[in-house]
């Protein structure tokens, strides 16, 4: 999954110097928390990603 929507978002969506998450603002003017909902969902993903790789090496 490299190059895949999961490190587009992590690469955007970090944590701003007032603890807000700078993609949601950059994108959607929101002053959201970070970790914001995109990113969560993107670490989950990567980490079903690694999870999968992993068990599927283990066979």
Not at 5 to 31: K, S, Y
């Amino acid at each position: 999954m490299i190059g895949g929507p999961e490190e587009t978002i992590l690469a955007v969506h970090v944590r701003g110097l007032d603890g807000m998450c700078a993609g949601c603002r950059a994108w959607w003017a929101r002053l959201t928390p970070y970790p914001c909902w995109q990113v969560e969902w993107a670490t989950s993903r990567q980490a079903r990603a690694v999870t999968a790789r992993f068990l599927e090496g283990a066979r």
